[in-house]
Every structure is written in C-alpha cells, then in structure tokens.
C-alpha cells in the first residue's frame, strides 16, 4: 500500500507561482506519479506525469512550457512547479502513483491540496 501526501498549495495573484510537493509512503522506482487537478463543475483531468527514474513526462497541454514535474533522489517525492499562474489554474490538485507500462496508470491517490489563482 502506497499513501501520498500533498504540501504546498494556497493562494496566489495570476501571474505568480506555487511549488507542490507529494511525498510517497515508499520508493516508488519504476513507477510513475503524476499530478491531477479538478476544478469545480468540471472532470478530474491530468497535468502533469513522469516516471521515477526514467525519462517519461507528459504535461496537459493547457500548463505546458508554465508547469514542471520533478523528482527528488530519494525517488519517493515528486514536485510540481508552477509558474505563470492563471485564475482558469484554479483547482484542487491531487497527486497519484502507479504503475509504468510505457504510459502512465495510477491506483494511489493522494487527499488533494487547493490551489487559488486571483486575478
């Protein structure tokens, strides 16, 4: 069994930038973790995923070239940075893991952090 937890979210004007962290329970080499976010109204939907240790990321093409997904060495912590932040980024942002079979798939979910963007 995996637990994730989520740190870092909050408020902030448009423009500006948060950095989430998750931390895993365990080393999660191999597999992937990834950022989901939801905002009200609408559907859970992907920002972010990459696998531990290897080369794999994806980004939503709504963040790309604003958002980035990292890894620490311990290999049990993922990071999502987000710069250029804008109000339609508001949303509760949840970090997941799970297996890596040339995508990612996810089966761990972590309870979400808000993230508030004013404008």
């Known amino acids: 069994q995996v637990q994730l937890v989520e740190s870092g979210g909050g408020s902030v004007q448009a423009g500006g930038s948060l950095r989430l962290s998750c931390v895993a329970s365990?080393?999660?080499?191999?597999?992937?973790m990834g950022w989901f976010r939801q905002a009200p109204g609408k559907k859970r939907e992907g920002v972010a995923h990459?696998?531990?240790?290897?080369?794999?990321?994806n980004y939503a093409d709504s963040v790309k070239g604003r958002f980035t997904i990292s890894q620490d060495n311990a290999k049990n912590t993922a990071t999502l940075q987000m710069n250029s932040l804008k109000p339609e980024d508001t949303a509760i942002y949840y970090c997941?893991?799970?297996?890596?079979?040339?995508?990612?798939?996810?089966?761990?979910w972590g309870q979400g952090t808000q993230v508030t963007v004013s404008s």
């Open positions: 990459m696998q531990i240790g290897g080369r794999y990321t």
């Open positions: 997941a893991a799970g297996p890596y079979g040339g995508i990612c798939g996810y089966n761990y």
């Open positions: 365990g080393n999660l080499s191999g597999r992937c």
